[in-house]
């Protein structure tokens, strides 16, 4: 196994060393021959399974996710950053440059795309783990999947299951807070409504989410600014097609 940095914070490589005593369980079927931010001894490839962390955002990360891809026979992204452009592709719906000369002293210096893009904008991904950061149990089970060649078992519902399983409180429907949790991918195990706060959104789309009547309750019957509602659409999966799609949809005001 492989794993592969590109523009993040390095979160979901931590989610994986933090399974320490987990990854021995796999320990009689898996080498981790190349993971610069474990050991600083890598392996060269071809390699069976490569975990891919973070977003394409220049050029030299363009040719090198298509290095990666050609050298693995699956490619799995993990993280938000990975599978959906991550907090950076906020630069996707503005101007780059504007961006760059407000920040940067020299920024003729900087070298960048227009947009962050997840992987699987530039080669074809076996599987994508969702999460900001991910969920290392749901980790495990990937890898595990991969050894023995079955698909993961990652429950693709929302997080107001796992808030039925906590058998918390709806906090939309008891407190009137607006919570993205209907269109939510499962994986923290509903930590923010547990505490009486709204979804964040933190682990990406669930699979068919249904945006359009999300962005009507929260504007019609909870009295939510447009503006915040393109905020929270916009967050850590702002790349992400849906909640893109749904956010351009707020401020060109067709929604």
């Known amino acids: 196994m492989a794993v592969w940095k590109f523009a993040s914070c390095d979160g979901c490589q ?8 987990e990854l021995l369980q796999l320990a009689d079927n898996i080498e981790i021959a190349y993971f610069k931010e474990a050991s600083s001894h890598c392996e060269p490839g071809p390699y069976d399974l490569s975990l891919v962390e973070g977003s394409i955002t220049t050029a030299e990360d363009e040719r090198r996710i298509r290095e990666v891809r050609a ?46 893009t997840p992987a699987s904008a530039h080669v074809h991904v076996d599987f ?17 999947a991969f050894i023995h060649r ?69 504007q019609q019957e909870l009295g939510v600014e447009r503006i915040t509602v393109i905020e929270n659409l916009r967050n850590f999966n702002a790349g992400a097609p849906v909640f893109d799609a749904a956010s351009r949809r707020l401020e060109d005001g067709d929604e």
């Open 128 to 144: 994508e783990l969702q999460g900001c950061p991910i969920n290392k149990q749901q980790l495990l089970e990937v890898i595990s």
């Open 14 to 21: 931590l989610s994986l060393l933090d399974c320490e005593d």
């Open 150 to 218: 079955r698909p993961p078992q990652v429950p693709a519902h929302s997080v107001c299951i796992e808030c039925k399983l906590r058998g918390n409180v709806c906090v939309w429907v008891a407190h009137g807070t607006p919570c993205m949790g209907p269109v939510t991918h499962a994986g923290c195990g509903a930590i923010c409504p547990t505490y009486n706060r709204g979804c964040y959104a933190c682990y990406g789309p669930k699979e068919n989410p249904n945006t359009e009547s999300l962005c009507h309750w929260w």
């Open 71 to 116: 050298q693995s026979r699956s490619l799995v992204t993990i993280g938000a950053c990975a599978t959906a452009g991550g907090i950076q592709a906020l630069r996707n719906f503005a101007d780059v440059d504007e961006f760059i000369s407000a920040v940067y002293a020299h920024p003729e210096y900087i070298a960048t795309l227009k947009t962050s």
